[in-house]
């Protein structure tokens, strides 16, 4: 039996937000009538691993999963996770991409230098595909409406513009499904991302504090930190630690070489780096 259903992927890192975002789509897409299947798939969610999210909607859908080649959008909140399922966009399809850079541990090839074995942020992989491109600074644009958190947000406004589903679904959907009290701020950067319509090629980041050693100094939001114990686990220095109260404590700055690996995959942005002091100039100044 053919099946006249569309499909879409939602692909990001653990602690994205990808599947909330995913919930988001397919609650809009149920609201305007679909039939709507939804699959999930992550490994290691907590620790930056990789995260799909397939969507598929129609008059009746068989199966969850789109194969490649055949996606309407691709929805990537990380970079080289955008790269990483290019290929299941149809051809002319779109492909909306936070140029927002998490680096997993395993590609940092030098930490006290900071070099990394990461895909360029450059466009040619989809223009070479000819697709569609949509590539957003998500977070600059959520942080200019006064929450960074809101960047998925961003992301599913630009995706909105590519499918053919009524505002009313998607605004419904998002202020059901966003943490209570924050669907204001998701809305706006939702129609924030929809008029996002022009392409944007960064700069490429600077190969930041490459040649400097520790120490730095290390920022910790505790209002923000939830405990999740991530940034502990992965410091190669042994820099931070829980309290048996269940506090992140910095138990050891002076070992702090600015490899920013807690920095980078922090779910909640609770905690910044800082290059170290130096005469004349503040902690934090120039710091990204
Ligand atoms: S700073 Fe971030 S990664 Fe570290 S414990 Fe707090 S929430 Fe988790
Ligand atoms: S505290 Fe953060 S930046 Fe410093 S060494 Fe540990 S992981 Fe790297």
Redesign the pocket.
Known sequence: MSDRSKGLLLAGVGGQGVILASMIVADALVRAGNDVKQSEVHGMAQRGGSVVSHIRWGPRVSSPLAPKGSAEVLAAFEWAEGLRWIDYVRPGGAVVVDVRTIIPPGACVDRRGWATAYPRIDDGPIADRRLQPRLLNAAAIASGLGNVRAANSVILGSVAGFLDIDDQYWEAAISSLVPKGTAEINLAAFRAGKEAGTVVIPAQPAPEATGVAGPHVIE?KHD?????????RVCPEYC?A?TLDGK?AVVDPDACTGCRL?EI????F??RIHPPVVAGVAAGEGAS
């Open positions: 910790v923000w930190c939830k405990a999740c114990d991530i940034c502990s931070l829980l992140l807690c995959l922090c779910p909640d609770a905690i």
